[in-house]
């Protein structure tokens, strides 16, 4: 039972470089999303899906790309990293009129 | 523009007491209310959920208590244990709970000692 799985889990990045998170889930969801998780601020979303080649900003999109070439996948892209997007990002899925979201372990992400 | 509004920051209960964490929405279209638990270094999961033609809903130790005309919701944790120590999220949603249409309150760490 994978659910959602999420590489890497810990990633330590210098300013300026570049890193692709990963996301995969097994579940045949449409609907998948990226959250960042900040101390006092809750889970505030940045990019979803709601299938394959849709894509569309959230909450807080700067700074980072998505695509959805398949169902199962859907990357996050830091193109230039900054220390602002050191946190911990989460992915999720669910079904278009699913009650439950479904979550991965996260990714913690340190930028210096 | 925080649409759901959580409190407190942190709690601390002893083993055996009631938790009670609370939320207030904004926005009068929210249709579904979720609450996400959230063990340390694991991702949020689904607690438990109410729609507002309901006042309360339970599910074992895990009550959720809706006043519509107030706009607020909370979650009760009776005789609460150790293990129930976690980072509890409310959240809203328009049209279900799909994963891009939930606004998250800020989180409440929740400290039970034994």
Same mark, same amino acid.
């Given at each position: 039972?994978?659910?959602? %799985?999420?590489?890497?889990?810990?990633?330590? #990045?210098?300013?300026?470089?570049?890193?692709?998170?990963? &996301?995969?889930?097994?579940?045949?969801?449409?609907? $998948?999303s990226?959250?960042?998780?900040?101390?006092? $601020?809750? *889970?505030?979303? /940045?990019?979803y899906?709601?299938?394959?080649?849709? %894509?569309?900003?959230?909450?807080?999109?700067?700074?980072?790309?998505?695509? =959805?070439?398949?169902?199962?996948?859907?990357?996050? =892209? *830091? #193109?230039?990293?900054?220390?602002?997007?050191?946190?911990?990002?989460? &992915? +999720?899925?669910?079904?278009?009129?699913?009650?439950?979201?479904? !979550?991965?372990?996260?990714?913690? *992400? %340190?930028?210096? | 523009?925080?649409?759901?509004?959580?409190?407190?920051?942190?709690?601390?209960?002893?083993?055996?007491? /009631?938790? /009670?964490?609370? &939320? +207030?929405?904004?926005?009068?279209?929210?249709?579904?209310? @979720?609450?996400?638990?959230? !063990? @340390?270094?694991?991702?949020?999961?689904? #607690?438990?959920?109410? =729609?507002?033609?309901?006042?309360?809903?339970?599910?074992?130790?895990?009550?959720?208590?809706?006043?519509?005309?107030?706009?607020? !919701?909370?979650?009760?944790?009776?005789?609460?244990?150790?293990?129930?120590?976690? %980072?509890?999220?409310?959240?809203?949603?328009?049209?279900?709970?799909?994963t891009n249409k *939930? /606004?998250?309150?800020?989180?409440?760490? #929740? +400290?039970?000692? @034994?």
């Amino acid at each position: 039972n994978a659910g959602v %799985t999420q590489t890497p889990k810990f990633q330590v #990045l210098k300013t300026g470089q570049s890193m692709t998170l990963q &996301c995969a889930q097994d579940m045949n969801h449409e609907y $998948m999303s990226w959250y960042r998780q900040d101390p006092g $601020m809750g *889970l505030r979303l /940045i990019h979803y899906s709601v299938g394959a080649g849709i %894509t569309d900003q959230g909450e807080v999109p700067n700074g980072y790309n998505v695509s =959805r070439s398949t169902t199962e996948d859907f990357p996050l =892209r *830091l #193109l230039s990293a900054a220390p602002s997007q050191t946190s911990v990002y989460f &992915c +999720a899925s669910s079904a278009p009129k699913g009650t439950e979201a479904f !979550f991965g372990q996260g990714t913690r *992400l %340190t930028v210096v | 523009q925080q649409q759901v509004k959580q409190s407190p920051q942190s709690l601390i209960v002893q083993k055996g007491g /009631i938790s /009670i964490i609370n &939320c +207030a929405y904004e926005n009068t279209a929210f249709d579904y209310f @979720p609450w996400y638990q959230q !063990f @340390p270094g694991k991702g949020p999961a689904l #607690l438990i959920a109410i =729609r507002p033609d309901v006042s309360e809903k339970k599910e074992g130790r895990f009550t959720i208590s809706f006043n519509k005309s107030a706009k607020q !919701f909370s979650l009760h944790i009776m005789d609460s244990q150790p293990g129930d120590s976690a %980072t509890y999220f409310c959240a809203a949603s328009i049209g279900g709970g799909a994963t891009n249409k *939930l /606004i998250f309150g800020t989180g409440t760490l #929740l +400290a039970v000692q @034994p």
